[in-house]
């Protein structure tokens, strides 16, 4: 079975920084793309970045692209958003998921695409 636990969440002030981390069991990570995603309050959940398998590839959404940094250690099975410069419009529950399949040349950025996602971390940047 494959686990992925979120963590490092919490409340941060506009302009401050939070650095989640998404722990990955029964899978390796190395493997597949990561992505992380959020879901702002009464909205649907939308992509905020990935990372190739590799490594070697990210990709952000407009929203975030500037200020997030996604990372990846394959040795501890961890994938990691950095969160810079956060804006009250960042609040949201932040997702982690693994893509469906593995060594997969294209990176997604849909829901759809991804298997196994955590249950989540809460993002709350205070105005």
């Known amino acids: 079975q494959v686990q992925v636990v979120e963590s490092g969440g919490g409340l941060v002030q506009t302009g401050g920084s939070l650095r989640l981390s998404c722990v990955v069991s029964?899978?390796?990570?190395?493997?597949?793309?990561m992505a992380w995603f959020r879901q702002p309050p009464g909205k649907e959940r939308e992509f905020a970045a990935a990372i190739s398998w590799n490594g070697g590839r990210t990709y952000y959404s407009d929203s975030v692209k500037g200020r997030f940094t996604v990372s990846r250690d394959n040795a501890k099975n961890t994938v990691y958003l950095q969160m810079n410069s956060l804006k009250p419009e960042d609040t949201a529950v932040y997702y982690c998921?693994?893509?469906?399949?593995?060594?997969?040349?294209?990176?997604?950025?849909?829901?759809?695409?991804?298997?196994?996602w955590g249950q989540g971390t809460q993002v709350t940047v205070s105005s």
């Open positions: 029964g899978r390796a990570v190395s493997a597949f793309h």
């Open positions: 998921a693994t893509d469906r399949w593995s060594y997969r040349s294209t990176v997604p950025t849909t829901t759809a695409n991804y298997d196994y």
